[in-house]
């Protein structure tokens, strides 16, 4: 494992010389360590790159991290993962990604992980998205969610990319069967002239499932930024998507959510707001010694908490 991998590692997933428990740590398109534990087994895919991560009903409160690290220009890694939580399993799984080139090859990491929950297992999924480098090459990051969730399942999914990334392209689907319940909560920051695209698709099947999607994004200086969302209601339901953006400079944001009600009982709620840093905010923490730099800062870090 080279030293820009440790960095990324510190930053995507909180990496301090080693990890407890199970994790794989792919780098530049290949295993730089792997370890199983008594209840999370990971093994090669036998058809492809990627892992297959089997968590038994025994793993209570456990944690699996499967970071993956592109260190140089003219790396296209693509991966796919496939987890299988067993019935009242309780993880955490931390898949970080971090990108990185100091010349003008291109790095790019594109991952595929599908979830496949049994009745009344609970993930929290931690995803963290970072490019760093001096190189002119683009950094580009593009991860693809799938999910199935049966009843009573809970996957709480809580995503971030805070900068460096010149391109990302988001998409994440999910199919929910009866009282099961998808959170997400993403917050992304784009800068100079990067662009970033979500792409939400969520299907209740089941009674009394429910979703909730909350985006917070800032746009600063040139970049632009997509939010697109359907949450399908086709049963007793709930559903609620909010998308708040912050303009700064010449940033641009394109909100388009969208709801289908397939049930007369489905009750299903969106909400989306762009705009700029309110002046008055600018000001009064200014009245506290920042300078307009610092307030400005500040805000967006406690936007995007």
């Not at 530049?28 to 058809?47: L, V």
């Not at 506290?288 to 610092?294: A, I, R, S």
Request: hydrophobic letters at 35%; a negative charge.
């Amino acid at each position: 494992m080279n030293k820009i991998t440790e960095q990324l590692l510190k930053a995507v997933s909180d990496w301090k010389g080693n990890f407890k428990g199970a994790y794989n740590i792919r780098e530049d398109g290949g295993c730089a360590g792997r370890q199983s534990s008594e209840h999370i087994k990971i093994e090669n895919k036998p058809d492809g790159p990627g892992l297959i991560i089997r968590i038994s009903p025994e793993a209570q409160q456990e944690t699996v991290y499967i970071p993956a690290c592109v260190t140089r220009g003219n790396v296209s890694d693509l991966v796919y993962n496939d987890f299988y939580v067993g019935a009242g399993a309780d993880v955490t799984i931390v898949a970080g990604c971090g990108v990185h080139t100091d010349n003008e090859g291109e790095a790019k990491h594109d991952g595929i992980h599908r979830f496949f929950l049994e009745k009344g297992a609970h993930v929290l999924y931690k995803e963290k998205h970072i490019g760093t480098g001096t190189g002119t090459g683009l950094k580009k990051i593009n991860p693809v969610t799938d999910m199935e969730l049966k009843e009573d399942a809970v996957m709480e999914m809580d995503t971030i990319q805070i900068g460096g990334v010149d391109d990302t392209k988001r998409a994440t689907k999910a199919v929910l069967g009866p009282r099961a319940r998808l959170i997400i909560h993403e917050r992304i920051l784009t800068d100079g002239q990067e662009q970033a695209s979500t792409d939400f698709e969520v299907d209740m099947q089941g009674e009394d499932s429910g979703v909730d999607l909350i985006s917070r994004s800032v746009a600063k200086d040139h970049s632009y930024q997509e939010y697109h969302s359907k949450i399908r209601g086709n049963c007793r339901c709930t559903g609620h998507s909010e998308c708040d953006a912050i303009l700064i400079g010449e940033g641009r944001v394109n909100a388009a959510p969208e709801l289908f009600a397939g049930n007369i009982d489905a009750s299903l709620i969106h909400e989306a707001a762009i705009g700029k840093i309110a002046g008055e905010q600018i000001v009064k923490l200014r009245t506290l010694g920042l300078t307009e730099e610092e307030a400005e800062k500040k805000i967006v870090e406690g936007f995007l908490r």
